[in-house]
Structure formats: C-alpha cells, structure tokens
C-alpha cells in the first residue's frame, strides 16, 4: 500500500512536545477494496459492531429473565421471609457504600 503524507509537515501528533516519526496525517492512495462508496466506517468496523450490538441483546435478555423470576419468585414469599431478603439487600448496598468510600479515600490520599 503507498501512503501519501497529507497534512502540514511540522505537524507531530495530538501531542506537541512529542512529536511522532511520522508527522501529519497519511492517507491510503489505493481505492477501498469493498469498490464504490464505502461510506465513513470500514466494512470490518460495522461487522465488529454488529456483534458487539448482538452480544448486548443476549445480555439484556438474560438480565430482563432474571428480573421476571426474580419478581415472581417475591412475590410468591411470604412476610417474614420478604422482610429477611429486604434486610440482606440493605445490608449488601450498605457494605458496598463503604467499600466505595474506602476506595475513594486510597484514591484521593494517594
């Protein structure tokens, strides 16, 4: 593949005081190889996406069963057994605040 060097040479990158081997912008001079009008992303890009998008709805499918049993399975409970679950969520949240502040704390004294 040749590469045609676009942009202004003095140009190095995001970063001016590191500049790169290789200034400015290059820029392919072959046509694509999908032919025609290849629009902004790469053929390879949206096939990626594509899987990425149907891995997310696998995930949320999965997720939205759980909550479906897990409203049925409360609401089949009885009191006592509603208020043991209620306290056991409060008391998770209630560790996970403090794990986060912990956390936060380490952070921000180093």
């Known amino acids: 593949m040749v590469e045609l060097l676009v942009a202004n040479e003095m140009v190095g990158g995001s970063n001016p005081l590191f500049r790169s081997k290789w200034p400015g912008r290059l820029v ?5 190889f999908q032919g025609g009008e290849a ?13 990425v998008m149907s891995k997310m709805i696998v995930a949320f499918m999965f997720i939205l069963f ?10 089949k409970m009885n009191k006592s057994e509603k208020l043991g679950l209620t306290k056991l969520f409060a008391y998770s949240i209630l560790c996970s605040v403090a ?12």
Do not use: H, Y
């Not at 392919?28 to 694509?32: D, E, N, S, Y």
């Not at 759980?66 to 609401?75: A, E, L, S």
């Not at 794990?99 to 180093?110: G, H, K, N, R, W």
């Open 28 to 32: 392919a001079r072959t046509p694509p």
């Open 39 to 51: 629009g902004s992303k790469p053929v390879r890009a949206t096939n990626t996406e594509s899987l």
């Open 66 to 75: 759980g909550f479906m049993v897990g409203i049925d399975m409360f609401r």
């Open 99 to 110: 794990a986060m502040a912990v956390v936060t704390a380490i952070v921000l004294i180093f």
